[in-house]
């Protein structure tokens, strides 16, 4: 894990180095200060040389971070790791399906994982710097250590290696510890927001009671598995504290008799011991930061099995030598789920830019099936998936779950400004805004105080949910995909927000492959193509053509549009 970071923020690390000259800088200026100190103490004239290099030291120091952005360039690399970890999980979070057998919860991804790379300031602005800074003071006591005949300097490298043997032998624990408190740390929170949602229901039901001692009985396993994780970080604590100042007492013991047998001087022992003590404490901190680290494991983890599950997908290999995906070609394909029958079978069918295709069908049929096969997450049980690009008329399926974008009727915001999440993903024109104009869509933003800067709430709560969609849809669309699934996206929302983001598919559809899956009767009626799936084949024809020519289509249309007109 600690190499995967190390990975993360290459354009900001000029700001590391300049971390670890200043983290550096902390550690010698006291020794410094006391070596003059100490050395006036015993000639009673002040070292000159040592003088100069502390006065020259401290006025950098004082002019550097004076200038303009000091403090920010030091922060960079921080900033730009987390900002591309952040950045590659959510792109990972907004891939549909992720992680197989596995839901994604605004819980489990605000309260453990985004936290978790919040908390990664630890090892970019701490523990990385400080154990360079470490290492460049460990070679000063080495040099002077040497040069005064003392053994000091093996002191710190041997109270490293006794740390590092008393956290192996807690580390067969630790993870479990980490593991269970985040577990019950994530359940808490689901129960909470789940049971506060559900709060009238309860009470109208008179459910509250046994709710509440339920959640009494969780809290309690909370309560638990904290007091083990506190536990395990006095362990931790009580170890490193031990090994770190015994280590200090043999090094002053150490220096005490070279003192005693007239070895080196005493202004010599002591900068000797400033230095060490400087060291250990180093180490101290840098043992608690390490275990801070290793208590983010279990989100970062998931993290990172977000974001290698979103760069290869589980059915299909990156292929970088195809440009665009002009056809998607689906051969005699028939699908099943595992120990079920056939979902639907023989499917033949070509999807091509220029034509609006819609895809119809009863509940259950197998619709969103085909849609996450043509998006890469599904492999069908016999036939042919290919996409086709002007290059290559013979290529197989490994880009559709690249250049397939999907979207639903439930898509998630996150909190933050509308500009946040219309940019979160990659690919998208740097005139996004009057890509968006041309499209008609996210128009309503302008009416808004602050425009696109406008807060949307954990969930895009404080938007409509027609805005919402408008949103998401925008998003999509600004991910430059060739190809582009629509399920169902119109069904929940009113009829304004349906009709832009209609028309919105139509201009799309001009130039990208886009199929829209829906039941709405408004929408099917200004459909190019539609593929009419029933008794587990898929029927092609116009609007009037099925209309006139299947019972099963017409029958279909004839009850959805009485649905509608009650509605």
């Known amino acids: 894990m600690i190499k995967r970071l190390f990975s993360y923020g290459k354009a900001g690390r000029m700001g590391a180095l300049q971390q670890i000259v200043n983290e550096w800088l902390i550690m010698v200026l006291p020794v410094l200060t006391a070596a003059v100190i100490f050395f006036w103490y015993q000639t009673g004239t002040i070292n000159f040389t040592l003088t100069s290099i502390l006065i020259a030291i401290l006025v950098l120091t004082i002019i550097y971070f004076n200038l303009p952005r000091a403090r920010s360039r030091i922060e960079q690399w921080t900033i730009t790791a987390k900002q591309q970890i952040r950045k590659e999980y959510l792109q990972g979070v907004f891939n549909t399906d992720p992680v197989k057998a596995e839901k994604l919860n605004a819980e489990t991804v605000i309260n453990r994982d985004l936290q978790g790379i919040d908390r990664l300031n630890v090892f970019y602005n701490s523990v990385f710097p400080s154990f360079c800074a470490e290492f460049l003071s460990y070679i000063l006591l080495l040099i002077l250590a040497i040069a005064w005949h003392s053994w000091v300097w093996i002191l710190p490298i041997i109270c490293i290696l006794l740390i590092g043997v008393g956290m192996m032998l807690l580390q067969k624990v630790g993870p479990q510890v980490n593991w269970a408190y985040m577990n019950g740390w994530l359940s808490m929170g689901h129960r909470f927001i789940d049971d506060l949602h559900g709060i009238n229901t309860l009470m109208v039901y008179k459910a509250d009671t046994r709710y509440r001692d339920s959640f009494s009985e969780k809290s309690e396993f909370f309560r638990q598995k904290t007091m083990d994780l506190l536990k395990y970080q006095l362990q ?72 290698d599950h979103a760069k290869t997908p589980t059915e299909f290999k990156k292929d970088s030598t195809v440009e665009s995906i002009n056809e998607i070609k689906v051969e005699d394909a028939s699908f099943a789920y595992p120990d079920k029958p056939l979902l639907w079978e023989n499917a033949n069918f070509d999807l091509k830019p220029g034509k609006l295709y819609g895809l119809v069908g009863h ?54 400004t509308i500009k946040e999440n219309l940019t979160l993903g990659e690919g998208f024109n740097s005139d996004w805004q009057g890509y968006l104009k041309d499209l008609g869509l996210c128009e309503f933003v302008e009416k808004l105080p602050e425009g696109f800067n406008t807060q949307v709430g954990e969930g895009g709560k404080l938007l409509s949910p027609g805005q919402r969609q408008q949103i998401a849809f925008a998003r999509l669309i600004l991910m430059n995909k060739d190809v582009y699934i629509f399920d169902e996206v119109t069904a929940s929302i009113d009829s304004n927000n349906s009709k832009i983001i209609l028309k919105a598919i139509k201009k799309l559809a001009a130039q990208k492959i886009v199929l829209l899956i829906t039941h709405e009767w408004t929408i099917i009626d200004q459909l190019d193509f539609i593929y009419f799936l029933t008794d587990r084949h898929f029927v092609l024809g116009t609007v009037d053509e099925l209309d006139q020519q299947n019972d099963a289509f017409k029958k279909m249309m004839s009850t959805q549009k009485d649905l509608e007109a009650e509605l």
């Open 236 to 307: 931790s604590l009580l170890i490193l504290n031990s090994l770190i100042f015994g280590t200090l007492a043999v090094g002053s013991a150490m220096l005490w008799f070279n003192l005693k047998n007239q070895n080196m001087s005493l202004a010599q022992s002591l900068v000797l011991w400033v230095l060490m003590a400087e060291l250990l404490i180093t180490e101290r901190q840098l043992g608690y930061f390490v275990h801070i680290i290793m208590s983010t494991k279990p989100a970062m983890t998931h993290i990172f099995h977000i974001i």
């Open 363 to 416: 509940n259950g049929s197998g619709k969103s099936t085909l849609a996450q096969v043509l998006r890469g997450q599904l492999k069908i049980s016999s036939g042919i998936v290919s996409c086709l690009s002007a290059d290559n008329q013979n290529e197989s399926t490994n880009l559709l779950a690249q250049r397939v974008g999907y979207l639903s009727a439930q898509p998630y915001l996150f909190s933050g």
